[in-house]
C-alpha cells in the first residue's frame, strides 16, 4: 500500500465529507476515525462507503465489514487497495 | 440566503460546552423556568424524566447557539426546524419568548412522558437501506417511520420490542448500521393521538406572535403563520419528521447558506447525504 494512496483516501474524507478548513496533513494515518479521532458516525460512515464505491470501485458490504474498514485512514487505504477494480 | 435550522432533541448532553455569557444568560432563565441546571444536568427540586431533561437542554442549547449566531452577524432569511425545534424555532423567529420557548418543551415532555403508563418505547435509527425497505420493516414489526431524514437515514418509533424486532431485521437485510434509544413516548407517530387533547391544552396556554422571520414546517415545508401554530404543534407529533422534503424545499426557496443552532451537527449532514445524491 502506497503513500500516495493514504493521501489519497485522506483527501477523499475531506471532500466526501466536505471539512472545511482541514488539509491531508491534518489527519493522521493511524488515528481512529470515530469517536476521539476524526469524531465521525454512522452517518459519515455511509457518506465514505459511496465515495469509495464511486473512486475506486470498492464495495463495503456489510457493517462488519466496515467497522474494520473505517478503523483509521490506513485501514481504508489498505481495504481499498486489496478490493479495488 | 441564510437559513438557520433547528435539530431536534439530542441524545445525550454536550462535552465541553463553553461557558460564556450567552450559556449563563441562557442557563439562568432555563433553570428558573424548568428546574434543569444545564452544566450539572440536573432537575431541581421537580424532577422529571431524563428524556425531557434531554429536550429542555436541546431547546436551551438551541436558544443559546441562536444567541451566539446572532452576535455574530447572521440573519437567517428563513428558519427551519426538526422535530422538537420547533420551540427555539419558534423563539428564533420571534414568535414565542425563550422562557416561553423552555416552559412549553418542558410541558410537552412531561406529557409526553406520561404516557407510557407501563409501556417501553423506543427509536430505532437505520442507515443504508432504502426508504421503501425501512418501510417494509415498520409494517412487519409495528413499528412507524417517525423520521425520514435522508432516502438512507429513517428513524422508527414504536414498543420497545416492535423496534428491537424491527433493528434485527433491517440488519438482516444489510442495514449499514442500526441503533435503538429508549424514549418515553412514540414521538412523530399516529400513536401519539391517544394524548392529542393533553397537548392541544398544553399549546392553548400559549400566545404565538406572528414570524417575523419566515418558518418552514417539515411536515408539508409550508411558511407557518401565528394562527397554523397551535394546531401545528399537536400534529407534527403524530406524523413523521420529512427532512429530505424539507431541506429540498429550502433549496428551491433559494438557501444557500446553512447555520445549525444546537447539539451536534446531524441536520448538516443529512443536507450533505441529499445535497449529495442531487449531484
Given amino acids: ?85 | 440566503m441564510i437559513c438557520v435550522m433547528f435539530p431536534g432533541q439530542p441524545l445525550t448532553q454536550e462535552n465541553n460546552l463553553p461557558i460564556d455569557e450567552d450559556f449563563r444568560d441562557i442557563a439562568l432563565l432555563t433553570r428558573r423556568m424548568t428546574g434543569l441546571d444545564l452544566e450539572s444536568f440536573s432537575w431541581g427540586e421537580k424532577i422529571l424524566s431524563r428524556q425531557v431533561a434531554l429536550q429542555v437542554y436541546g431547546t436551551a442549547i438551541s436558544l443559546i447557539q441562536r444567541q451566539r449566531l446572532q452576535s455574530s452577524g447572521v440573519k437567517p432569511a428563513i428558519i427551519a426546524e426538526h422535530s422538537m425545534g420547533i420551540y427555539p424555532a419558534l423563539a428564533a423567529c420571534g414568535s414565542l419568548a425563550d422562557s416561553d420557548a423552555l416552559t412549553l418543551t418542558m410541558r410537552v415532555g412531561n406529557s409526553l412522558a406520561s404516557m407510557a403508563g407501563g409501556v417501553e418505547y423506543s427509536l430505532g435509527c437505520v442507515i443504508g437501506l432504502p426508504a421503501t425497505t425501512v418501510l417494509s420493516v415498520a409494517e412487519n414489526n409495528g413499528a412507524y417511520v417517525a423520521n425520514r431524514n435522508t432516502s438512507r437515514h429513517l428513524l422508527l418509533a414504536g414498543e420497545r420490542h416492535s423496534i428491537e424486532s424491527a433493528m434485527a431485521e433491517s440488519l438482516s437485510l444489510g442495514a449499514f448500521s442500526v441503533r435503538t434509544f429508549p424514549c418515553d413516548a412514540p414521538l412523530h407517530t399516529p400513536l401519539i393521538e391517544s394524548i392529542a387533547p393533553q397537548l392541544a391544552g398544553i399549546v392553548g396556554d400559549y400566545c404565538f406572535a406572528e414570524p417575523t422571520v419566515p418558518l418552514m414546517e417539515h411536515i408539508e415545508q409550508e411558511f407557518l403563520t401565528a394562527s397554523d401554530i397551535p394546531d401545528f404543534l399537536v400534529q407534527e407529533l403524530c406524523l413523521p419528521v420529512n427532512w429530505e422534503e424539507t431541506y429540498l424545499a429550502l433549496r428551491r426557496a433559494g438557501i444557500t447558506a446553512w447555520h445549525e443552532a444546537g447539539c451536534g451537527d446531524s441536520l448538516k449532514k443529512y443536507n450533505r447525504w441529499i445535497a449529495s445524491e442531487q449531484q
Avoid at chain 1, 494512496?5 to 474524507?13: D, H, N
Avoid at chain 1, 465529507?17 to 470515530?34: K, Q, T, Y
Avoid at chain 1, 470501485?57 to 462488519?64: E, F, I, K, M
Wanted: net charge negative; proline share 4%.
Fill in chain 1, 1 to 85: 500500500m502506497s503513500e500516495e494512496l493514504i493521501e489519497q483516501v485522506k483527501q477523499l474524507i475531506i471532500d466526501a465529507l466536505r471539512i472545511e478548513g482541514m488539509a491531508p496533513a491534518d489527519i493522521e494515518s493511524d488515528a481512529p476515525l470515530f469517536g476521539e479521532g476524526l469524531g465521525l458516525d454512522s452517518i459519515d460512515a455511509l457518506q465514505l462507503v459511496v465515495a469509495m464505491e464511486k473512486s475506486y470501485g470498492v464495495v463495503v458490504p456489510d457493517a462488519a465489514t466496515g467497522t474494520k474498514v473505517f478503523q483509521s485512514v490506513r485501514s481504508m487505504a489498505a481495504y481499498i487497495a486489496e478490493n479495488r477494480k
